[in-house]
């Protein structure tokens, strides 16, 4: 199946500071991605669709000026948590869909990121 | 409440056939999914089934859908110790050009002796 690299895998930082988490679709041009946040115990909260070259799709709730999804090419897209605060300790996951075969009827997933705000 | 839920937890013993029950609300979903999450690990795609399709079957696993009633089973056969992790129930939802993948609560699978 198609690969999706995410990366850091985990990652500590000072309150205050921003986190930036990439999403990289590694053998497929990824039209659509998500980003969905997990906390513990608890299921995967989709927080945003974004498309190639537009503005992403925030779900109700979600701060689009604290979690910026930037998606400018078909391989990458960027989730940055700005002025992190410990309450957005938690694991973050994208997934990407494609076109073509099974490429837009499966997502792939990335291993995650556990973002830990001290 | 949310809209694809399944039960929290489940215990079966090893050897035996495990069951996990999910329903959902949007009848126009066109995939539905069972995704895996060992402790600490990202989601593996176990298997899927379009939504005009009422049994998959792979290997040990069945998926049984009843669209009626909007009711999603995944059936494990002969469960191992390798089968404890958390299971997902999820449906996939037409947004614009894409689908977006909405995910129940998530079933913890637990294999005793």
């Known amino acids: 199946g198609a690969v999706v690299s995410q990366h850091p895998s985990r990652v500590i930082c000072k309150s205050g500071t921003s986190v930036k988490i990439e999403c990289r679709s590694l053998?497929?041009?990824?039209?659509?991605m998500f980003w969905y946040r997990q906390f513990p115990k608890q299921s995967l909260m989709l927080m945003a669709t974004?498309?190639?070259?537009?503005?992403?799709?925030?779900e109700q709730g979600v701060e689009k000026d604290k979690f910026l999804i930037n998606h400018a090419s078909l391989t990458l897209s960027t989730l940055t948590v700005t002025s992190a605060h410990p309450e957005d300790s938690s694991f973050y996951i994208c997934?990407?869909?494609?076109?073509?075969?099974?490429?837009?009827?499966?997502?792939?997933f990335g291993q995650g990121t556990r973002l830990t705000v001290v | 409440g949310e809209d694809v839920e399944q039960s929290l937890f489940l215990s079966v013993r090893e050897g035996d056939s495990s069951v996990i029950n999910c329903t959902y609300t949007?009848?126009?979903?066109?995939?539905l999914y069972w995704y895996k999450q060992e402790p600490g690990a990202g989601l593996q795609l176990l298997t899927y089934?379009?939504?005009?399709?009422d049994m998959k079957q792979d290997q040990r696993l069945t998926v049984l859908l009843n669209k009626k009633d909007k009711h999603l089973s995944l059936r494990i056969a002969d469960t191992q110790t390798g089968d404890s992790a958390i299971y997902f129930c999820?449906?996939?939802?037409?947004?614009?050009?894409?689908?977006?993948?909405?995910f129940g609560s998530g079933t913890r699978l637990s294999i005793r002796p």
């Open positions: 089934i379009f939504s005009n399709m």
């Open positions: 053998d497929f041009q990824a039209t659509t």
């Open positions: 997934s990407a869909t494609g076109t073509g075969g099974t490429l837009n009827t499966e997502a792939f």
């Open positions: 974004s498309n190639e070259g537009s503005k992403a799709t925030y």
């Open positions: 949007d009848s126009s979903s066109t995939y």
């Open positions: 999820a449906e996939s939802r037409r947004y614009s050009s894409a689908s977006k993948i909405i």
